[in-house]
């Protein structure tokens, strides 16, 4: 029902900005939780960021709390993850995910599509 496409990651040195795009087709889309996270190599999934739809909510995990922030644009059917001073250990492939049940926090298996992720990588 819902289709998610990342774009946006690239190389980047540290303390530099990228901003991350995630296209969804699909209905009901502005009503879904939304969020992104991130996994490094050899690491587990964590979270990133949410959105909130019915509270118009968002929440940072806080290691990136003050740099990144989510937003939203229903009418191009996308969400954003602006992300400045970066630091070498954001590096990862990124992901935007989406629930159907408006959840937009951090346990990645309450969501129910995920994109195939955007890597992310911050040199020194």
């Known amino acids: 029902q819902v289709q998610l496409v990342e774009s946006g990651g690239g190389l980047v040195q540290a303390g530099g900005s990228l901003r991350l795009s995630c296209a969804a087709s699909?209905?009901?889309?502005?009503?879904?939780?939304m969020g992104w996270f991130r996994q490094a190599p050899g690491k587990e999934r964590e979270f990133v960021a949410g959105?909130?739809?019915?509270?118009?909510?968002?929440y940072y995990a806080d290691s990136v709390k003050g740099r990144f922030t989510i937003s939203r644009d229903n009418a191009k059917n996308a969400v954003f993850l602006q992300m400045n001073s970066l630091k070498p250990e954001d590096t990862a492939v990124y992901y935007c995910?989406?629930?159907?049940?408006?959840?937009?926090?951090?346990?990645?298996?309450?969501?129910?599509?995920w994109g195939q992720g955007t890597q992310v990588t911050v040199s020194s």
């Open positions: 959105f909130s739809w019915s509270g118009g909510s968002t």
């Open positions: 995910a989406a629930s159907r049940r408006g959840y937009s926090g951090t346990y990645y298996q309450r969501y129910d599509y």
């Open positions: 699909g209905r009901t889309f502005s009503s879904y939780g």
